[in-house]
């Protein structure tokens, strides 16, 4: 059973940082794709960015782009994302996501933890 834990939100100001974490389980993740998708109050998820597990390379949201880092940690099966120069229109729910690499869906999804950002 797939399992994914997502921690580091918070509230910050805006112009500050944080890092998300998420934490995978239950299977060898090497062929998977993890993503980040945020939900903003009233709004459909978004994608934000994602990260091929195997060889790292990454694609971004262009709204995140330059101020977002997403990387991998192969011994800690955790996913992390970097969110700096962070925006009020960054508040939103974040959820990490994993998916099959070569798949359209991703079917295994974490909680989600809220990340607000002040003016």
């Known amino acids: 059973q797939v399992q994914l834990v997502e921690s580091g939100g918070g509230l910050v100001q805006a112009g500050g940082s944080l890092r998300l974490s998420c934490a995978a389980s239950g299977r060898t993740f090497s062929d998977y794709v993890m993503g980040w998708f945020r939900q903003a109050p009233g709004k459909e998820r978004d994608f934000v960015a994602r990260?091929?597990?195997?060889?790292?390379?990454?694609w971004y949201a262009d709204s995140v782009k330059g101020r977002f880092t997403i990387s991998r940690d192969n011994a800690k099966n955790t996913a992390y994302l970097q969110m700096n120069s962070l925006k009020p229109e960054d508040t939103a729910v974040y959820y990490c996501?994993?998916?099959?690499?070569?798949?359209?869906?991703?079917?295994?999804w974490g909680q989600g933890t809220q990340v607000t950002v002040s003016s």
């Open positions: 996501a994993a998916k099959y690499a070569g798949t359209n869906t991703y079917p295994y």
């Open positions: 990260v091929k597990w195997r060889d790292g390379i990454t």
